[in-house]
């Protein structure tokens, strides 16, 4: 009879081909790009032992999963709230553009069905200095219902004025719903939660853990920015609630940044997206005519078609990672861009240069000094392919600049939460608006031509004199780029 050593080497044989056989095929099944699905298989073949078990720990991606499992959709549940308008006509523009228009709008309601809203109003504002003051005002002027959702809610002069405003609210009777990111809440010391608790203001924090470093909760964050009064008026783009957004005030970390004040029937879609995310983190359902007033969903209130697009982890297809590119392949005349982090997937970024390849101008403008310097230095070796295929890269003087816009051929624009990096368009919870119309548009060229005429164009030559230290530090901190 064979002893248990004479064995030993046969079940370790037979566990590692078994192991080596179901990571392959996991591979192979679960990786749409072809290189990586080879790499991998390659990888797992070739390394006894140690290939499959870093493909567990490293090649397998959790957060889709993970963010699906979380939000009920494994097990087939489904968060039962209020309904958005059904899908309407899409949106038209006078003159020879109306058809790659309508093309366009085609493609964005097959990557998400949201109804484009005609009638609504969009108001510019620049700054914290702008933006507060029409934040606190529509806070105040509540009468029945406030969401407001934020990725950071500092607990400095910024963040006091809000919780003032939120508290008188609560004084009124007005029912106030606050929604923090769990990471965000904790951007501030000491944090603003007990605040809120003492003032009564009923908050909830967006997957928060006691424990940080538990992965999952590190990249399913909530980045989204919205303010809701009454169901009526709304607020979203990509400011948080810092005083370092008073920039007049000269802060000590100035940050320049763009809200969006929003009046017309999206403003049911923004709440719509608030009650998603709140139900989900608290269970609570936001129904009823005092958050979803069924006179605003009809109300026209300007001449700019547009529709929310949330996007997040949980979703097969990100919604905005595909109407970037949509956009993109539509492009004829130009394609601006201002981000504060800057690290598109490769697909992204071949669209860019096939875009500036085929005539199309394409501006990106980014901050010459970031917060996050090891994003800049993951984007720089990416930026001499994209010049190099005729792409124009701008870095703007001055303090940080977080603000995220994106326009293209004066007539299609987006504002939002999201940046152009894979946190943003894999990992977070993201809300963008999507925008039809001319002068809204042209609003915001105007916006990129003062950035771009007080910044610095970088060239190939400049990227290509940097040392051999700088280039090899940049090249390892890309490796890490979709998690940056």
Known sequence: MQSFSDIWPLLAAALQAAAMVL????????????????????????????????YLLFGVNRIQRRARELRGIRSGRALPLPAVSPMGGLPAEQGERHHELESLARFGQKVLPERFEPGNAIDVLENGDEAYPAMIAAIDGATKSLALSTYIFNNDKAGRLFVDALARAVGRGVRVRVLIDGVGSWYSRPSLVPLLRERGINYARFLHSFMPWQMPYLNMRSHQKILVADGSIGFTGGMNISEGNLVRQNPAKPI????????????????????????????????????????????????????????????????????NMGALTQARESVRIVTPYFLPDTTLATTLSLAAMRGVHVDIVLPATNNLPFVDWAATPQLAWLIEAGCRVWKTSGPFEHTKLMTVDGLWSKVGSANWDGRSLRLNFELDLECYGAAFAARLDRIIDGKILDAHAVTYEEIARRSLPAKLRDAAIRLASPYL
């Not at 290189?35 to 499959?52: E, H, K, M, Q």
């Open 23 to 54: 990571a392959a095929g996991h591979a192979m099944l679960t990786k749409s790009d072809v290189r990586s699905a080879t790499g991998w298989v390659g990888f797992i073949l070739l390394v006894p032992f140690a290939g499959w078990i870093i």
């Open 256 to 323: 320049r940044d763009y809200h969006f004040r929003v009046e017309g029937p999206v403003v049911a879609q923004l709440m719509h997206t608030f009650a998603h995310e709140w139900s989900f983190t608290t269970g609570e359902i936001l129904d009823g005519p005092d958050w979803f007033p069924e006179n605003a969903r009809y109300e026209h209130k300007g001449h700019i078609v547009a529709r929310g697009l949330p996007a997040g982890p949980d979703q097969g297809v990100n919604p905005i990672r595909w109407t």
